[in-house]
């Protein structure tokens, strides 16, 4: 910039040419042109713009091109209302100015972008000027990186807490070696009846977890940092001694959580209630961080600014919060020539500072460890450190207000003390101390000087503890993601996909490093149009979560059960929580054929003929088509029970009902009602003489020998026939009118069938009526 100002053409300019400058202007020009911190000088009553380097590439950019030479108020007319009072104020002696958070809109390439700034105006005295101000100084510190930070960590947190709130695993986190409950998501307060647990040792929030040894278990996952997995955990719940015992079965994980010293600090609780799938089964068989910014209030001497700058370039590398403050003790010390400088920690109750290390000039002393009671130094000097202000004693032994306890300051080697206290959030944090151990007559500058470096230390300790705190929820909330058993994804408004856990990678046979950055159509093209895909959609146009169950084919071709929960997050982003549950699936499906089929024939039973024929009785309906109940009954079958057992029964009753099944048609179904007693639904017949033929048939096949070991058994059976419609529209009907011509069938000498006749009906009634008059 040098150059360009020396090349720039000033004739008509308001400046004139650069011989004929002010000597204040040139001294600004020098000092800024000679350090790497963005700033501008507006000089004279047009405010005719200066700048160095580092403001030319941080804040002219490509939409002021041409912004040297040029009044201050066109150069920068977007932002004019918001620094044009500020600058009128500067220029008219009313005192320096700042802006704090400053949104200034960068064009690089073509693109616009914001950036963010703090900024301080401050005059700069010129004798020949009219009010003695010949222009404003103005000093920039870009402070973009921390407002980004700042939104990357409340959203990162509000992510992980709505996926840890919306998880449909029950999770917790168990901290100490007492276990006190730090989280509890809503599923875990179900599991554990909603009662209250946060804040509690697991002992005393939950006492029936001692009883069944859950504690025992933490305390050994905590000490040996194993991890404990349990399958099918019964864990009973009773919350009072009156109240009824409630069994759950859970599948859950404590998995120890390691501190900073790779110590186990906590255990991280994950599972799931299985109740329902293990009794299916057993019928078978969080950040908030704070960013303070510098506020510069009084007028700046040329020696100020170049130590400011000066501060700003050895700390802005630093991201330990330690070498930070080293720095900047350091410079301080070096620059106003003292003995020790140091930062040091209130205690609670604000009444002791405990010495960090800082600085000190060789050969001094050093007071790091020492806790300093401020009533040591005099009532008045403690009273205003604890108020928050700062304060100078240029001389310990002649100063009333700390002459009476001069021995306090002298035994340290102190004669002379500038210090400066720290409120954040309402209380005290830090003390800068400077002493000296001379005399020293503290300037307006020096004390400016320092609340400068505690201002710009603080910012730089809080944005380093703020990456750092980021970085360590990112990997937190990646551990505790990885430590679901459940799969996860997240997926971004574009459909790119942002996380994905271990078990979404173990379950859909898709390596991590494949799917993350991609989009959900690029990894699963197949999915588009499909049924998850109207999942998602609805989810996202609803904003109200959606699950579904569905057949998939994994890779391998690997035919699958999948269950699928879709969460609405933040940004139009989707939370996908998922498990294969095969398993489940074919337990169900075992269930159901056994509550349909006769255990020991394997015949369908009564609860599938009713299931069966109120789909198929509106059918035949519809097509004019009759169908056909035959009831039978064996004839003589209770002797062989009676002589040979009920072994030797059920080998017949199984004979029987192979012999059934090969006698008719493939449409037709055969029921066993129990004991003895079978029965038939023929279906789409187109007359009453089908049934007779097959009858007949039946009674033929049942009647031909049994050869049961040794045993040659015979049996017969009797067999009553209902006609679809005509003897009844419902199955009920049919069977019991079947039921009253098979027993017609007896009457007539067994080993026969008979259709079905409204007399039946009435003689069985009649026969009712007689034996209950008996």
Known sequence: MGRFIRDHDWFDSALGSPQQWSQSLRTVLRLMLNTAQPMAVFWGEHGTCLYNDAFRQSLVSEQHPDSLGQPASEVWRETWPMIGSIIEQVMTDKGAGKQINHTVPFTLHGRQDNTYWTCSFSPVDDQSAPDGIGGALVICNEITDQMYANQTLDTKCEQLTQMFNKASAFMALMSGPDHKFELSNPSHNQIVVHRPVLGLPVAEALPDAVEQGSVSILDHVFTSGEPYIANRAKYSVQITPEAPIKERILNFVYQPVLGPEDEVSAIFVEGTDVTDQVQ???????????????????????????????????????????????????????????????????????????????????GAESMVGDEL?????????????????????????TDERSAAFAPAYLDRGIKAVLAVPVIKAGSLRV????HDSKVHNWSAVDVALAEDVVDRTWAAVESARAQAELRRERDHSRHILDSMTEGFISISADWTITHFNAEAARISRQPVRDVIGRTQWEVWPELRGSAIDDLYVGVRQTGKASTMELPFVLPGDYHAWIEIRAYPALDGALAVFFRDITERKLVDEEIRHASLHDPLTGLPNRAMLFEYATH??????????????????????????????????????????????????AEDLVIRMGGDEFVILLQDIGVSAYAAEVALHIIRKISEPYQVGELALSISTSIGISMFPRDGEDIDTLVNHADAAMYQAKQEGRDNFQFYSSAFTAGIQQQNRIEQAQ
Not at 337 to 350: K, L
Not at 373 to 397: C, M, N, W
Not at 636 to 662: A, C, Q, W, Y
């Open 280 to 362: 299916a089964q057993e019928e078978l068989q969080r950040v908030n961080s704070e960013l303070a910014d510098t506020v510069f209030r009084l007028k700046a001497i040329e020696r100020r600014k170049s130590f400011r700058l000066k501060l700003t370039d050895r700390l802005r590398p630093l991201l330990d919060p330690n070498e930070i403050t080293a720095a900047a003790t350091e410079l301080l010390g070096q620059f106003l020539g003292v003995t020790r400088v140091f930062y040091g920690d209130f205690s609670e109750s604000g009444d002791t500072v405990t010495v960090r290390p800082g600085w000190t000039r060789d």
């Open 616 to 665: 198929l009785l509106p059918h035949n309906l519809r097509a004019s088509q009759c169908a056909a109940i035959l009831f039978l009954d064996l004839d003589r079958f209770k002797p062989i029970n009676d002589t040979h057992g009920h072994e030797v029964g059920d080998m017949v009753l199984k004979e029987v009902s192979s012999r059934l099944s090969l006698s008719l048609r």
């Open 373 to 397: 009671r401020l009533e040591e130094f005099g009532p008045v000097v403690a009273s205003q450190i604890q108020a928050g202000d700062a304060f100078v004693l240029s001389d310990v032994t």
């Open 431 to 434: 003390l800068l101390g400077v």
